[in-house]
Every structure is written in C-alpha cells, then in structure tokens.
C-alpha cells in the first residue's frame, strides 16, 4: 500500500459533515496516523480469501409477508425537527442553476 | 447501597421483604444521592418506574427487577440521546425488542445509562451529557463505550444494566468497573430498537454483579427476532442450567499472543492467577496461537468505521434528530446539522469510514480488512478443534486515569486488540473480575464458540467462585 493521506476536506463534503478549519486540521493529522497504521493490513497475505461481511452466515433471511401494524402518523411525525399537515417540512430541495 | 444480585432481590421479593414500590424507592434514594456524582444516567424516570412496579408481576422470572438501560437501547415513551445532541430531544416512539423482552419477564427499564457517544469510544469521555466516574476506582474512567451501564452496577445505583457491544463496550467497562459484563453470540439478541453503529458487530448484552445474573438476562432476552433478519433461529436455552457444574477435563486456550509484553505486569498477574485456578479446578491450559491478533485492531477500524459512516447518514436533520437553524438549501441543512449534532469522536469516525469506502480506496481497506476478518474467524475456528474456550485479557492495563490526556485517538485504538476480535468473529464472551486487593479493578476474558453461551457460563461461573 503507498503511503496514505486522507484528503479530509474533500471527505468531509462526500460525508455531507461541514467541518471547521480546526478540526480539518485534527482530523487530518489523527486519520492519516491511523491510516499509517492500519497500512499493516497489507503485509497479510489474502490471496483467494473471500471477504468476511457478516459473522454467521445468513442468506437472504425474509419474513412471511403478512399485513402488521406500523407508526400511526403522528407517532412517526413525534420526533420530526419540522412538520405540518402531518409530513415533514424541509427546505426548497429544487434549487436555481447556477 | 443496593448490592445484592438479582436472585437475592427475587428472594427479597417473593418472601415479602420488600414491594417492587419500595424497591424502586429505594434505587431512586440511591440515585438521587449518587448520580450528580458517578453520572451514570443521563436521565431516570423514577415516575415511570414506580407506575411499573405497583403493576409488577413479581411471578416473573425478573418480576419487580428494576435494570438500567444503555441509552442507545429504545424504551418506548423515554428519551433515547446516544449521549448525542444530535439526539437530545428525540424520544422513542417503541421498545427495542430486547427491552419488551425484559418487561415480559417482569423487569422494569429504570435509568438511561450515559455512554460515550454513539457507541463510540472506550473511557466513557466521548458523551456530550459529562463524563461518568468509576465508582470502583476514583480518578479513573469507568470505560466504555457503556460506561454509565458499568459504573451504576458498580455504584449499587442498578442491580443490573445492558449495554451494548460492538468491539468491547461491555467486557471493558465491565472489566475497569469490577464487575461482570457479556457480549453473547453475533445475533443471540435482536439489535432492533438499538441505534446501529456497526451492523456486522453490534450485540446487546448484560452488565451485572455475577454470573448467573447474565444468564438469567439471557434467558429473558435470546431468540429470534421478526424484526430483526440477522438475529439468530438458534433455540434458545435456559442459560442457568449447568451454572455449578464441575469442569473438569475442560480445554481452555492461552493465546501466545495475548501474553504481550504491553500487558500491564497486573493484567499479566491475573491471568496468571485464572490460569492456577481453572488448573486446580481441573481444567487443562493448552498454549494456542491466533496468528493474526496483530491485525484485528486494523482491520476492526476500517470495518466498524465503514459501517458506522453508513448507518449514521440517517441523521440528517429531516425525521428527527437535530435540525440547524437559518440554513441554506438542503446541502446545508444536513451538513451544519451533522456538524451541530455529532461530536468530535463521531465526526473523525464517519470521516474515516467515508474514505474507506470512497472511490479508489475501498479494495485497498475495506475489502482487504474484510478478508482480513476471515483470516481471524478461521483462526478461532482453528483454535477451537483444539479448545473449547480460550482465556485471556479483557484491556491491557488496567482504566486509565480520567485526565490523562497524553493518548492519541491510535493509541485508544489499540487497547481494543482482546475484545474486537470476538466481534469480528460473532463469538461470546464474558468479562469477570479479579480479586482488587486494593488496586485497580482488572477483569480476565473468556471466549467460547458460537452459540456455546451455556457451556461459557458454566466455566465462567466455576472461576468466578475459585477467584471469589
């Protein structure tokens, strides 16, 4: 593995997380240890190893799919930043062209 | 103080001694007294509690048993903040499965125990509502990340608690704490209801003052779950059943690995001591070898961390959670309100999972680290043709104090390296403590196979007796 650095304000903007200049300059110095570190990964030998997604193996586990009971609307609406007529109320998601 | 085990307190009960009301009052009388202290809980709701026990069936097999409950485990009707602002005003619409599970069986929810945020951290540091104190050992963390769970076991401000743990936030704790703390099989107990930080690696489990009180949890808590696909068909068990029993001709595996010269010369003195006193119990030590315990702590990073940057784009400011104010189209709304509403802690992880999966980067991480978690199943699958169960540390040192400030967040990392591994895996495990003789509290682990918790307790219990 090349020696690793983590290009924190460009992650932060996939991450959708606004950072501050401080902590971009943390957050770079404390990633790009770890990363430095866990670049030990790349010694182990894993040729022909199958990942290891999930601890026990469960495939396509489903469920009978019978009608059940679910949040009433004001349940589901009880904990919403913003809301009215019974739905969530966002800002103006379609915005102009820039 | 409320010391006394689950069992006594059902004793306590059934003969009349005491009513689950006053039972309840007193806890509350206790918490009153230490939570401004020990902040265990971020909140209790002794109302609530008392409504329980006037109702409280205490024919049950936990009837009238008031448990603390980790707070990113959902109880209906009661606040569930992950210790988060993020989460600060959000209140559960629903019982976690585990939780209905303990109320069927009589208990009674009693306390939302402080953590470090989101599940993330290993001193109890990480949460925004203060940091929680180690009634066992003053001036030190309590560990975490279930930290509140462990220090109100500890402080006799719970008979028992839950936490959850997804690369040690049971054992730890429970290890710093003096106490017993269990993380059972991958998918013994439904996570529905609990706030997912790492899907592939989260259980639920017990925090208690002995052994048996963990199996009685289990018992309440174990079997498969509608709501949750990944928890396990397996038949559950009554986990009390072979508590007492000899164990003889056991095999237990000391990891060559584990014995590492960054073991504190007091960790390496209990397990020193476990090993003499499963040997006189007639168990027999056989030196194993996890070649790969160098890499889990690596490998348990990119993976925990790929996760958690997933599950916590949940919180995005629209469903609840917290939403900032005077924002600038929806780009803004969920980046200022993560901003807001995540600690620092949370951020770093969601940055390093993020990139992890980013373009370019995740062969090199996270499909490496993946195939790397294979590795270290199969050597526990390997070390278990030879054993059946392995010993070993739970941290390697002892809590460290709460105001030393010289470890960098790698550092914290790395104490991790004997109880991600059990993650990683899906295997049980168990913290119990040893003797204190006025030092730190030091807990030693033991790991069994998948679904073996029945065997595990009944060794687990032995040593307990022979430590006590």
């Given amino acids: 593995m090349e020696k690793p650095h983590i290009d924190v304000a460009y992650i932060a903007k996939l991450a959708k997380l606004e950072l501050s200049a401080e902590e971009t300059e943390r957050f770079s110095t404390d990633l790009n240890r770890i990363l430095g570190y866990v670049a030990q990964l790349g010694e182990w030998d894993t040729d022909g190893v199958e990942p290891m997604y999930h601890p026990l193996p469960v495939f396509d586990a489903v469920r009978t799919d019978v009608p059940g009971t679910s949040l009433s609307n004001e349940a589901a609406l009880a904990n919403a930043p913003a809301e009215e007529d019974g739905q969530f109320r966002v800002p103006k998601v379609v915005e102009s062209a820039h | ?468």
């Fill in chain 2, 1 to 468: 103080m409320l010391y006394g085990s689950i069992s006594h307190w059902r004793r306590e009960l059934s003969s009349g001694n005491i009513t689950p009301t006053e039972l309840v009052q007193e806890l509350a009388r206790i918490t009153d007294a230490k939570n401004p202290t020990v902040n265990a809980y971020i909140s209790y709701n002794t109302e609530a509690a008392l409504a329980a026990a006037a109702k409280a069936d205490i024919s049950l097999p936990l009837g009238g048993i008031p448990i603390a409950i980790k707070d990113n485990i959902c109880i209906q009707g009661e606040p569930t903040r992950c210790a988060s602002q993020m989460l600060h005003n959000f209140i559960s619409p629903y019982d976690a499965t585990a939780v209905s599970a303990l109320k069927a069986a009589g208990a009674i929810p009693y306390g939302r125990a402080n953590m470090d945020e989101f599940a993330m951290g290993s001193a109890g540091k990480n949460s925004s509502y203060g940091h929680t104190e180690n009634p066992a050992a003053p001036g030190h963390v309590p560990g975490g990340s279930s930290s509140g769970s462990a220090a109100a076991v500890a402080a006799g401000m719970a008979i028992a608690a839950l936490g959850s743990d997804t690369g040690g936030s049971i054992r730890q704790p429970a290890s710093h704490c003096g106490i017993v703390g269990m993380k059972p099989t991958y998918g013994r107990i439904s996570r529905y209801g609990l706030v997912a930080f790492a899907s592939s690696l989260d259980q639920i489990g017990p925090i208690t003052q002995n052994v048996e009180d963990s199996a009685l949890l289990l018992n309440a808590m174990c079997g498969h779950d509608a709501k949750d696909s990944t928890s396990s068909t397996q038949p559950t068990e009554d986990f009390t059943a072979k508590l007492g029993q000899s164990i003889a001709g056991v095999r237990i595996g000391l990891p060559k690995e584990y014995l590492s010269s960054g073991n504190s010369p007091e960790v390496t003195a209990a397990i020193n001591l476990a090993v003499n006193k499963l040997t006189e119990l007639g168990a027999e030590i056989v030196e194993i070898s996890l070649p790969h315990s160098e890499a889990v702590v690596s490998a348990y990073y990119i993976i925990a961390c790929a996760e958690a940057s997933s599950n916590l784009s949940r919180f995005d400011g629209i469903r609840y959670g917290y939403r900032a104010e005077n924002t600038n189209g929806l780009d803004d709304l969920y980046s200022r309100s993560r901003a807001e509403g995540f600690g620092p802690e949370v951020k770093r992880r969601i940055i390093l999972g993020t990139y992890v999966l980013s373009s370019g980067f995740y062969d090199a991480y996270y499909a490496k680290a993946q195939k790397v978690r294979a590795l270290v199943a199969k050597d526990f699958a390997n070390a278990f043709e030879q054993v059946d169960f392995i010993l070993g540390p739970v941290s390697p040192t002892a809590a460290p104090l709460i105001d030393d400030k010289n470890m960098s967040p790698l550092q914290v990392y790395l104490a991790d390296i004997y109880t991600i591994p059990a993650n990683l895996a899906g295997l049980p495990g168990i913290s119990i403590p040893t003797p204190q003789n006025g030092g730190l509290p030091i807990g030693i682990q033991l790991l069994g196979k998948h679904f073996a918790e029945t065997d595990l307790l009944r060794v687990a219990s032995a040593l307990e007796t022979a430590l006590a």
